[in-house]
Nanobody, 126 residues
Framework: QVQLVESGGGLVQAGGSLRLSCAAS????????MGWFRQAPGKEREFVAA????????TYADSLKGRFTISGDSAKNTVYLQMNSLKPEDTAVYYC???????????????????WGQGTQVTVSS
Protein backbone atom coordinates (compact mmCIF):
# COMPACT_ATOMS: atom_id res chain seq x y z
CA GLN A 1 0.00 0.00 0.00
CA VAL A 2 1.37 3.36 -1.04
CA GLN A 3 1.64 5.97 1.69
CA LEU A 4 2.79 9.54 1.47
CA VAL A 5 3.39 11.58 4.59
CA GLU A 6 4.08 15.30 4.35
CA SER A 7 5.70 17.33 7.09
CA GLY A 8 7.37 20.67 7.61
CA GLY A 9 4.41 22.98 7.28
CA GLY A 10 3.69 25.73 9.76
CA LEU A 11 3.32 29.44 10.34
CA VAL A 12 5.98 31.75 8.96
CA GLN A 13 6.27 35.47 8.40
CA ALA A 14 6.39 36.91 4.92
CA GLY A 15 9.91 36.70 3.55
CA GLY A 16 10.69 33.59 5.54
CA SER A 17 11.42 30.05 4.44
CA LEU A 18 10.07 26.58 5.00
CA ARG A 19 11.16 23.15 3.86
CA LEU A 20 8.49 20.56 3.28
CA SER A 21 9.22 16.85 3.22
CA CYS A 22 7.27 13.98 1.78
CA ALA A 23 8.20 10.48 2.84
CA ALA A 24 6.87 7.76 0.57
CA SER A 25 6.49 4.03 1.02
CA UNK A 26 4.92 1.10 -0.74
CA UNK A 27 6.31 1.52 -4.24
CA UNK A 28 9.63 1.64 -6.05
CA UNK A 29 9.60 5.40 -6.29
CA UNK A 30 12.75 5.67 -8.30
CA UNK A 31 10.61 4.85 -11.34
CA UNK A 32 7.88 7.42 -10.78
CA UNK A 33 7.77 11.20 -10.74
CA MET A 34 6.70 12.99 -7.59
CA GLY A 35 5.03 16.33 -7.38
CA TRP A 36 3.88 19.05 -5.04
CA PHE A 37 0.52 20.74 -5.36
CA ARG A 38 -1.26 23.25 -3.19
CA GLN A 39 -4.78 24.39 -2.46
CA ALA A 40 -5.55 27.78 -1.02
CA PRO A 41 -8.86 28.50 0.73
CA GLY A 42 -11.63 28.90 -1.79
CA LYS A 43 -9.40 27.98 -4.72
CA GLU A 44 -8.74 24.91 -6.79
CA ARG A 45 -5.71 22.78 -6.19
CA GLU A 46 -2.81 23.86 -8.37
CA PHE A 47 0.52 22.51 -9.49
CA VAL A 48 3.64 23.69 -7.66
CA ALA A 49 6.62 21.57 -8.71
CA ALA A 50 7.58 18.05 -9.74
CA UNK A 51 10.64 15.90 -10.12
CA UNK A 52 11.39 12.85 -12.21
CA UNK A 53 13.88 10.48 -10.69
CA UNK A 54 14.80 8.78 -13.95
CA UNK A 55 16.23 11.85 -15.60
CA UNK A 56 16.55 14.18 -12.65
CA UNK A 57 14.27 16.60 -14.44
CA UNK A 58 12.31 19.19 -12.50
CA THR A 59 9.51 21.49 -13.46
CA TYR A 60 7.85 24.39 -11.68
CA ALA A 61 4.80 26.56 -11.88
CA ASP A 62 5.96 29.66 -13.71
CA SER A 63 4.92 31.96 -10.89
CA LEU A 64 7.06 30.07 -8.37
CA LYS A 65 10.30 29.71 -10.28
CA GLY A 66 13.22 31.16 -8.39
CA ARG A 67 11.55 30.92 -4.98
CA PHE A 68 10.69 27.23 -4.70
CA THR A 69 13.05 24.31 -5.23
CA ILE A 70 12.10 20.65 -5.42
CA SER A 71 14.63 17.96 -4.67
CA GLY A 72 14.64 14.38 -3.61
CA ASP A 73 16.54 11.52 -2.09
CA SER A 74 15.65 8.35 -3.94
CA ALA A 75 17.42 6.20 -1.36
CA LYS A 76 15.08 7.58 1.30
CA ASN A 77 12.02 7.77 -0.97
CA THR A 78 11.68 11.36 0.15
CA VAL A 79 11.00 14.49 -1.83
CA TYR A 80 11.50 18.01 -0.50
CA LEU A 81 10.15 21.43 -1.33
CA GLN A 82 12.31 24.33 -0.24
CA MET A 83 10.24 27.50 -0.17
CA ASN A 84 11.99 30.84 0.14
CA SER A 85 10.81 34.45 0.18
CA LEU A 86 7.37 33.29 1.17
CA LYS A 87 4.39 35.53 0.54
CA PRO A 88 0.94 35.59 2.14
CA GLU A 89 -0.47 34.29 -1.14
CA ASP A 90 1.57 31.12 -0.66
CA THR A 91 -0.74 30.21 2.20
CA ALA A 92 -2.31 26.86 1.34
CA VAL A 93 -2.42 23.19 2.12
CA TYR A 94 0.48 21.57 0.32
CA TYR A 95 0.15 18.03 -0.99
CA CYS A 96 2.68 15.66 -2.42
CA UNK A 97 1.74 13.04 -4.96
CA UNK A 98 3.23 10.15 -6.90
CA UNK A 99 2.91 9.83 -10.63
CA UNK A 100 0.90 7.00 -12.07
CA UNK A 101 3.51 6.20 -14.71
CA UNK A 102 7.23 6.56 -15.06
CA UNK A 103 8.23 9.65 -16.96
CA UNK A 104 11.43 11.31 -18.07
CA UNK A 105 9.81 14.68 -17.68
CA UNK A 106 7.54 15.07 -14.66
CA UNK A 107 3.94 15.91 -15.48
CA UNK A 108 2.11 18.94 -14.17
CA UNK A 109 -1.41 17.57 -14.58
CA UNK A 110 -3.04 16.35 -11.39
CA UNK A 111 -4.74 13.52 -13.22
CA UNK A 112 -1.37 11.94 -13.91
CA UNK A 113 -0.74 11.41 -10.21
CA UNK A 114 -2.48 8.53 -8.52
CA UNK A 115 -1.47 8.66 -4.86
CA TRP A 116 -1.69 11.70 -2.63
CA GLY A 117 -0.61 12.62 0.87
CA GLN A 118 -2.89 14.11 3.47
CA GLY A 119 -1.42 17.58 3.08
CA THR A 120 0.44 19.98 5.33
CA GLN A 121 -0.71 23.49 6.12
CA VAL A 122 1.53 26.43 5.27
CA THR A 123 0.46 29.80 6.58
CA VAL A 124 2.38 32.95 5.71
CA SER A 125 1.58 36.02 7.77
CA SER A 126 2.03 39.54 6.48
Amino acid sequence: QVQLVESGGGLVQAGGSLRLSCAASGRTFSRYPMGWFRQAPGKEREFVAAISWSGGSTTYADSLKGRFTISGDSAKNTVYLQMNSLKPEDTAVYYCAVGANSATYPPIEQGRYDYWGQGTQVTVSS
